[in-house]
């Protein structure tokens, strides 16, 4: 079974500072990973995903993620807040192409002018 | 290029009423997923179909939830008869592989 764990339900940054949202999973298979962010009011669109290609996978917006698997992590990162990157992120799982995603709780990300 | 469309966005209903919640896939996807959106709960799966064939729907909470894929272009979530306990956003989400596309979502409150 797969699960993820988010840490940090509130993360507030300046803009222009880095933003980190963390994210570890658990596997038993080697796992498929994304990142999905939510505007409010809005559905979840995708960020980036890890599909055992590159360990570091680049997104849209500038978002990028690391999957280590040793530390059974996929932190997301920014270089450089801005203010339009305010919203909800979810961390995401699964064990194959076509399986079910298993979310995070989610981070909320506040940017600070 | 449409993504997935959801209707109704919002739906407002009393307690013991039918709700009907609707999802058209992106054209091409053979996978369509059903997911629940709430405070408590996070996102969690509630049934998922592939060639319009439901797969798991472990995730149904109770008797009191269906779901339905007579076509490649459109499924059903039908909860009868619905509780306050409900109200939450549902998703739909289609996917060809991995990614999955996701709609915009129902925001159904049951008073």
């Known amino acids: 079974a797969q699960s993820v764990t988010q840490l940090g339900s509130h993360v507030s940054v300046s803009e222009g500072a880095l933003v980190l949202l963390r994210c570890n999973y658990s596997?038993?298979?080697?796992?498929?990973l994304f990142w999905y962010v939510q505007y409010p009011n809005q559905g979840l669109q995708l960020l980036l995903k890890?599909?055992?290609?590159?360990?570091l996978v680049k997104g849209i917006n500038g978002f990028e993620a690391e999957f280590k698997k040793s530390e059974t992590s996929f932190h997301l990162t920014k270089p450089s807040a801005h203010m339009s990157d305010a919203a909800e992120y979810f961390c995401a799982v699964s064990a194959s192409g076509n399986t079910p995603l298993v979310f995070g709780k989610g981070t909320r990300l506040s940017v600070i002018a | 290029d449409a993504g997935v469309i959801q209707s109704p966005r919002h739906e407002v209903t009393e307690m013991g009423q039918e709700v009907t919640l609707r999802c058209k896939p992106i054209s091409g996807h053979d996978y369509l997923f059903w997911y629940r959106q709430t405070m408590m709960r996070g996102l969690e799966l509630l049934i998922y179909?592939?060639?319009?064939?439901?797969?798991?729907d472990s995730g149904m909470p109770e008797d009191r939830f269906s779901a339905k894929m007579p076509n490649a272009s459109f499924s059903t979530l039908k909860i009868q008869p619905s509780e306050p306990r409900d109200s939450a956003v549902y998703f739909c989400?289609?996917?060809?592989?991995?990614?999955?596309?996701f709609g915009d979502g129902t925001r159904l409150s049951i008073l």
């Open positions: 596997s038993s298979v080697p796992p498929y």
């Open positions: 989400a289609s996917s060809l592989f991995q990614p999955q596309h």
């Open positions: 179909f592939n060639n319009n064939v439901p797969i798991d």
């Open positions: 890890y599909t055992s290609a590159a360990t």
